[in-house]
């Protein structure tokens, strides 16, 4: 009985951590770009009692054995990077990848990181920008007289001024993509995410080519977060929690019982 305390323990735990990660999918129902999490499980090891094909006369061996498993727990926690929905919005700066592919960003130690999000501003020097100031990498300046900003489907950036019926191109939004973007790091926040050993070097492309998506200019990729989904797993969770809880008050009661016991 001691045992089935420290089991469902694990399990109360187990839980827990998927509710507070259900709990983070919902909180970024409306962020762009942003993928869900899923919390994987796996159980702990056993107590061989008996071992299976253990002799019990000669010639003569038990097909099953007797093992006791010691709960559950969390074995990792991954991004799931399936498409959200496109949003439009109708502004020029504003790109959305349609198919696989990150965009790049440039931090301020030079450090490159990933993102999905594709809503970008301009500052004061017509440098495109996330809303935390960080450029976009390859570097592409707008110039300020710009009357109109097109970004084809290949990324190729391109305005017309004044006094100008061409269009001039002005740079490139190239993409990349990762071996396994599941391992991705994501703990900088910002929607951004950044290189790890498991998830590989980052394959630079253009986008259309190379297995990488396209991207479409006046669009935003919405959360890949569904909120029905997210509530069936924090139905599930709960009352697996709930289990959990009262097979811990169970064999409180057991035990309660057994000490109870006169002569």
Do not use: C, W
Not at 18 to 38: E, M, Q
Not at 62 to 67: A, F, K, L, R, V
Not at 153 to 172: H, I, K, L
Request: negative net charge.
């Amino acid at each position: 009985m001691m045992r089935s305390l420290f089991t469902s323990a694990t399990g109360m735990i187990a839980q827990q951590m998927n509710i507070d990660t259900v709990a983070h999918n919902l909180a970024n129902v409306n962020t762009t770009g942003f993928k869900k999490s899923r919390v994987n499980f796996q159980d702990l090891i056993y107590e061989t009692i008996k071992p299976a094909g253990a002799e019990t006369t000669q010639g003569t061996s038990i097909p099953e054995g007797i093992q006791i498993g010691h709960g559950v727990r969390p074995s990792a926690i991954s991004k799931v990077f399936t498409p959200g929905a496109a949003m439009q919005t109708g502004n020029p700066l504003d790109v959305m990848i349609e198919g696989d592919g990150f965009l790049q960003i440039m931090l301020p130690d030079g450090t490159i990181a990933y993102t999905r999000d594709g809503s970008f501003k301009m500052n004061e020097q017509g440098r495109m920008m996330t809303a935390d100031g960080y450029p976009i990498e390859p570097e592409i300046t707008i110039p300020q007289d710009a009357e109109m900003i097109t970004i084809g489907t290949d990324g190729r950036v391109s305005v017309r001024v004044p006094g100008n019926n061409a269009f001039t191109q002005v740079g490139d939004i190239q993409l990349v993509r990762f071996p396994n973007p599941a391992g991705l790091d994501a703990r900088m926040g910002h929607n951004l995410l950044m290189e790890t050993q498991a998830s590989g070097a980052p394959v630079p492309g253009q986008p259309g080519l190379d297995g990488l998506g396209i991207i479409t200019q006046g669009f935003l990729e919405n959360s890949n977060v569904q909120v029905v989904e997210e509530i069936i797993q924090m139905i599930i969770a709960q009352r697996a929690y709930e289990a959990n809880s009262k097979t811990i008050q169970t064999a409180d009661e057991m035990l309660q019982t057994a000490n109870n016991v006169k002569r």
